[in-house]
């Protein structure tokens, strides 16, 4: 279990929740939890990585983030590292910089609320960030 924060879009209020992972190895499961609220359970037949893009398409129709370093700005997902931890593992990168070995984090980590945006700002920093390697 983590135990992670949710902010409020509307008003950067902050909300404890939890998320548990589980898998039976063909699916797997994540389920976030906080007080006075259904639980949300998303699931994939493919790896946590696809759960955890499920998962914030959820929370951002709902209006919030959650403070999870997979879904920080300069997260990157890349394949190696979802076949070694079943999707459960990314990298933070550097604008111009290649990924480095040792920024490999847990997805599942706290982040601060500063790092963490929605989908669309983090894609629009991914892709800048590749971008600058093709020159």
């Keep these: 279990?983590?135990?992670?924060?949710?902010?409020?879009?509307?008003?950067?209020?902050?909300?404890p929740c939890q998320v548990t992972t589980h898998t039976d190895g063909e699916t797997y499961e994540l389920r976030l939890t906080r007080a006075s609220a259904s639980p949300i359970r998303v699931h994939s037949s493919i790896d946590f990585e696809d759960a955890l893009r499920q998962l914030r398409a959820e929370l951002e129709q709902q209006n919030l983030l959650l403070l999870c370093n997979r879904y920080r700005r300069d997260?990157?997902?890349?394949?190696?590292s979802r076949q070694m931890s079943e999707g459960l593992s990314?990298?933070?990168v550097v604008a111009g910089e290649p990924v480095a070995p040792e920024l490999l984090v847990e997805s599942l980590g706290p982040a601060f609320r500063g790092d963490v945006v929605t989908a669309d700002e983090a894609s629009k920093f991914i892709n800048e960030?590749?971008?600058?390697?093709e020159d």
């Design 1 to 15: 279990m983590h135990d992670l924060e949710l902010v409020n879009l509307a008003d950067e209020s902050l909300l």
């Design 129 to 133: 960030w590749i971008a600058s390697f």
């Design 90 to 92: 990314c990298y933070l």
């Design 75 to 80: 997260a990157f997902v890349s394949s190696m």
